[in-house]
């Protein structure tokens, strides 16, 4: 089957790119071919993007457009603090010859039970379909304790073809771009009954300017290679939550912040992928994804995909918003997603592991 297909650039971007070119916020551009400011072209710094075409196959599945035309969800924040939403999917992967345990962190987003985290973390989703081979369960608390069972409800296709062959990787190493995923609680496990609501936290998709730089945010996860490196796997795992700066903004060519550096701390380890970056506000404008540069910015640096990065593009992904993709029918949607296009997505991640 044809995944590639020419980049699709909606209207959506093309609107937001003129508007601000022509408003008071053009301090978000990063212009190219003209004049430019030293400040701006000091603070938003760019990435090469790795993409050039994305599958076109979820724009054209009718089945998956319509299953997202009445999505709706409620918005706001649900959480005391931001601590409060955090998850640690906690996944075993079992061969012949080894077991491998993968931990990563993942938030509310929805009082609906939708969770946020990284593609690279939910990718092991898509195996459980190998009779045998994977059991992934969300663990939730402090230390974390089994709590519930998640479905995935949608990880960047773009993301899978481009990066497969690096799931066996001890330790993989990349810009983050594209590395997202949505999953949604289905069941509570040991008996666990489900909550009425969700502690979510309440996401902001707006464009960040460049007037974000050394701003005071406070990032979130479950941090764990220091544990692992102790050799103890079934060590407790605890929730941290540090307060930093951010130090650096970059773009992988859309001329918007796409991604941010944070400071170092301790929330800076293997484990705290997929954590939020929250404003002072109390919104999360940002979703850990690899590290940073520990000799320039200090040791446990982290880079986040900020999230109105992830709002657009799995608008040209999906054709809807990320607060679309939140809503609807999620069991439906789930269903449609893993039909269409997860078997695809799951022989590809067969065949890496299989080399």
Known sequence: MHFLGELFVGFFTIYLAFTNAIADRIEMLLPEGSITTQSTAA???????????????????????????????????????????????????????????????????????????????????????????????????NPAVATYKADLLYISPAWIQKNAQLIAAQNPRGTGERDFALLYVTSGLNRRPMPAYFPAIALDTDLLSIRTLRSQVLAAGYPAETLFQQGDMNAALVPKQATTTIVELMTFGSNYADL????????????????PVVNLSGNVIGIISTKGDDTQFGKGSLRALTISYIDRTIKEETGFSLEQNMGGNLPYRSKIFKETIAPFLSRMLERALES
């Open 260 to 275: 941010m550096t944070i400071a170092g701390s301790n929330i800076g380890e293997q484990g705290s992928s997929g954590g």
């Open 43 to 141: 603070t938003l710094q760019k990435i090469s993007s790795a993409y050039e075409s994305i599958p076109r196959i979820l724009l054209e599945n009718t089945q998956y457009q319509q299953a997202n035309i009445t999505a709706a969800f409620t918005k706001g924040s649900t959480a005391k603090q931001p601590i409060d939403a955090l998850v640690n999917i906690f996944c075993t992967y079992v061969t012949d010859e080894y077991t491998r345990t993968v931990t990563g962190t993942g938030f509310f987003i929805s009082s609906t039970g939708v969770i946020l985290t990284n593609a690279h973390v939910a990718q092991f989703l898509l195996l459980e379909t190998v009779e045998g081979s994977t059991d992934c369960i969300v663990r939730t608390g």
